[in-house]
């Protein structure tokens, strides 16, 4: 394999397609990019096994061929050449990377141990604005659990209905988000890992733009910007939100949403080594009032409030509370409970596209 | 006590003062700022037996007093509070700190626990421009030594000649730089601890405002921009540079400094894992060859220079290397050896104020 490029161009794709190598694995090839040389480009491609992304790059090549060599080291290295123009070549002691009068080495593995790709587009598929996709990931994604427990709850629902209905939930919270589908000849719904959600966001471009995301038998497939992604789609029964999110509230209070975040954050400062990390909410006549309390002291502040049903006292995680209001975007944000042990919700107040629901805590105080 | 302050001021003046609040101590008392009220301020202390840092903050004082309460917990907490006029009082429940309607207590511990700090000025001084002492500072104080195994290596030493001479070292390295002395009454040098030249460093505004620096009985205080820094000096013999540092050399290297650091952090990438992070030099007729070699692969570049003397290959760390080329502010450097096994040295071409001296690793390669 020989080719030549412009160093600026691989060194970006070469990070870009690295994000899905593996990490800390005991089989070398996992954490290595295969770059193959064809006619006149080099396509990059990586993969952990369960999420892969493959880049483009245009290439004069000399001779075609293809060959591993670990994503990490190759991406570090890149970047620290800032050259015009960088020859590619392999040969017995490796890689052989050529810029100005120098050449360095790095190790490399053959290519035919490299996992096979499917990058085949089936039938099913959907339509949105880029945009809108990566609202709804933005707005959900945060919420999935991170521990191996149940490893479905680590993907997000995808549900195709007249919009997309995407949901999010880790055993404590929930997070619910929605926008509209252009089109789309999709299964009735799909669990993506919130890993490939992640990689697809980043991906996007121009909000106002199309995209197309392609599923088929239990993979994904979507193209954007020069960068290809596939990943595997989780299987199995997803938590119905119908079930958890209650249907009518006994208690609705609406609220400075700004304002209540710092309160929060300053009650939560004083709790930070406790293990629960709960935070006291209180809806009175005309304010809620925040309370924490520690070891190290207590903060006791009231927001004013718009309170429409009956008093309240109900404790919840900080730090749940906290990612629920920074999610929402408006000045106003509403809280709706029914009682201290029933799980509670937070939304905007005029745009409900989005929702976050938080299990209370039962507070010993 | 009770007093009503500026929110923003004392917010900042606390942040700057807890960094002298001693971490992971037994003794809770050590982790705390104490606030004294008097007549028109409040007086912000905070030590952690070797470095005391003081500031004042104007404030309408009801009651004067004094009281402790944890450095970080009150930053972090006033970090949060953008209020414009807050009231601070002390009473059963702890330090309560008013905003608006709302009302916050923090834990204390009461002031007499804390230790006595002095801040009287001793008779000798040395006065220099605030942008000349952070220079040296800069220069050197990245050399001393992180560990406990000798704890004098922790500091720097100021030598009082005709000029300043500072010198920090840490048994691998050695770093000098020199400044202008105003005017001067010192002892013949002192070893301040590291940690106390960076916050004194941190301190300094004005580059040409002068600077006086008092020190006596083993104790360094300086005052500038409404800040008071007191440290203990540390005692004993210092290594004597004269004796580390070659009078002569054999090899004498001048090449472009910015080539030769993206070059030899080319080659530290590929030897990051090794213990050694040993990267080669080969001074040549009219170029520097550098190369590094590791299990991944090879790096094998050459930077044009200017070569005075007999042929060398040596071998050092990569760290120690950068560190010393990326201290040092001109286009050129200059690089001068004796042998494979002797210390070397690295300087500006032009400005010789400053010195970088390592100690070469054998390489067995």
Redesign the interface.
């Known amino acids: 394999m020989k080719f030549v490029c412009d160093g600026l161009s691989l060194s970006e794709a070469v990070t870009k397609t690295s994000k899905a190598c593996a990490v800390r694995t005991t089989a070398p090839i996992m954490e290595c990019v295969k770059l193959t040389a064809k006619s006149d480009e080099v396509v990059l491609l990586a993969t952990d096994g369960e999420l892969s992304i493959r880049k483009t790059v245009k290439a004069e090549v000399f001779e075609e061929g293809e060959v591993c060599v ?1 994503g990490k ?1 190759l991406s ?2 890149l970047t ?3 050259e015009e123009e960088i020859t590619i070549r392999t040969g017995d002691r ?2 052989e990377i050529g810029y100005r ?7 490399t593995l053959p290519a035919e141990e490299f996992p096979a790709i499917s990058f085949d587009v089936g039938e099913n598929y959907f339509v949105m604005k880029q945009g809108a996709l990566k609202k709804v990931i933005g707005e959900t994604v945060f919420c999935c659990a991170q521990d191996d427990s149940r490893p479905i709850l680590k993907g997000c629902l995808f549900e195709f209905k007249e919009r997309l209905e995407v949901t999010a939930l880790d055993g404590y919270r929930l997070a619910l988000s929605s926008a509209e589908l252009l089109s789309h000849n999709a299964e009735k719904s799909i669990i993506c890992p919130a890993r490939t959600l992640v990689e697809i966001s980043r991906m996007l471009g121009d909000d106002e733009k199309e995209i197309t995301v392609y599923t088929q038998g239990g993979n994904l497939l979507v193209n954007a910007e020069g960068t290809t992604i596939v990943s595997r789609l989780y299987q199995g029964e997803f938590i119905r939100k119908e079930n958890v999110i209650p249907p009518s509230f006994l208690t609705e209070v609406t609220l400075p949403r700004l304002e209540l975040i ?2 929060v ?2 009650a939560a ?2 709790i930070r080594g406790d293990k629960n990390n709960l935070v006291t909410l209180e809806a009175g006549a005309d304010d809620v009032k925040i309370r924490s309390n520690s ?8 927001v004013p409030a718009h309170v429409n049903g009956k008093d309240l006292i109900i404790s919840m995680n900080a730090k749940y509370l906290l990612d629920g209001l920074r999610a929402l975007s408006e000045e106003e944000c509403v809280l709706s409970f029914n009682s201290a042990i029933s799980p509670f919700i937070l939304q905007n107040k005029d745009n409900k596209e989005s929702l976050y629901l938080i299990l209370p805590v039962r507070n010993a105080q």
């Open positions: 670990t080291l570090d290295f620290k050449l800032s490796g890689m009068d120098a050449s360095s080495f790095l190790q710092s309160s954050e300053r400062i004083l070891d190290v002291g207590n903060v006791f502040e009231s």
